[in-house]
């Protein structure tokens, strides 16, 4: 059985920092892109960067410069240094990566981290 598990989430000031890993569990065989989404209350679900497997990045406009992502493939686990928090930064931080398990390929939530961002 394959898993995400988060973590690194939790209550912060404007300005600081907090360092988000998901690291994945059980017969992987391969992980292609591996993402970080977040949902605020009473909005959507969106996508906040993105990784492949070769490193090639995406970010969101809102959050670029601020919160590099990055993945160690050896440990299967995807990372998201957030600096410079603001306050619209508050939500539910969620991975989500795209997997080969055998032949089928699927793609896998975490459980979710919550990020505030208040003084």
């Known amino acids: 059985q394959v898993q995400f598990v988060e973590s690194g989430g939790g209550l912060v000031q404007p300005g600081g920092s907090l360092r988000l890993s998901c690291a994945a569990s059980g017969s992987i065989s391969s992980i292609y892109l591996m993402d970080w989404y977040r949902q605020a209350p009473g909005k959507q679900r969106e996508l906040v960067a993105r990784?492949?497997?070769?490193?090639?990045?995406y970010y969101l406009d809102s959050v670029k410069d601020r919160v590099p992502i990055s993945r160690d493939n050896a440990k299967n686990t995807v990372y998201l240094q957030m600096n410079n928090l603001k306050p619209v930064d508050t939500a539910v931080y969620y991975c989500n990566s795209v997997v080969r398990i055998g032949a089928r390929v699927s793609d896998y939530w975490g459980q979710g981290t919550q990020v505030t961002v208040s003084s």
């Open positions: 990784i492949s497997s070769a490193g090639t990045t």
